[in-house]
């Protein structure tokens, strides 16, 4: 398995930005697909993005649709998360992932978590 280590949240008025990184260690990180989800208090993770590892494909949730994009590095190990015109409703952890195979909004297709990072956004 990959190993997966988020930062970069924080606390951000409505309208803002905010940019997640994703550090991977442990395996060959561009044999990965990758996504980014999110669970807020009370609620089920949900699917937030998604990108093929080469890049060439990816998927958005359709409430960040336009305001978030997930790009990746396979030099650096990384895949980020860049939040613009952030929303109350928007506040969460954000988890990264890694799945063997195609980028999808499946959950059980995911086989490594990060620990997550927290994103608040204020009013």
């Known amino acids: 398995q990959v190993r997966l280590v988020e930062s970069g949240g924080g606390l951000v008025q409505a309208g803002g930005s905010l940019r997640l990184s994703c550090a991977a260690s442990?395996?060959?990180?561009?044999?990965?697909?990758m996504g980014w989800w999110r669970q807020a208090p009370g609620k089920e993770r949900e699917f937030v993005a998604a990108?093929?590892?080469?890049?060439?494909?990816?998927y958005y949730a359709d409430p960040v649709k336009g305001r978030f994009t997930i790009s990746r590095d396979n030099a650096k190990n990384t895949v980020y998360l860049q939040m613009n015109s952030l929303k109350p409703e928007d506040t969460a952890v954000y988890y990264c992932?890694?799945?063997?195979?195609?980028?999808?909004?499946?959950?059980?297709?995911?086989?490594?978590w990060g620990q997550g990072t927290q994103v608040t956004v204020s009013s």
């Open positions: 992932a890694a799945n063997a195979g195609a980028a999808s909004s499946r959950y059980y297709e995911y086989e490594s």
């Open positions: 442990g395996r060959t990180f561009s044999m990965y697909s």
């Open positions: 990108i093929s590892q080469s890049a060439g494909t990816t």
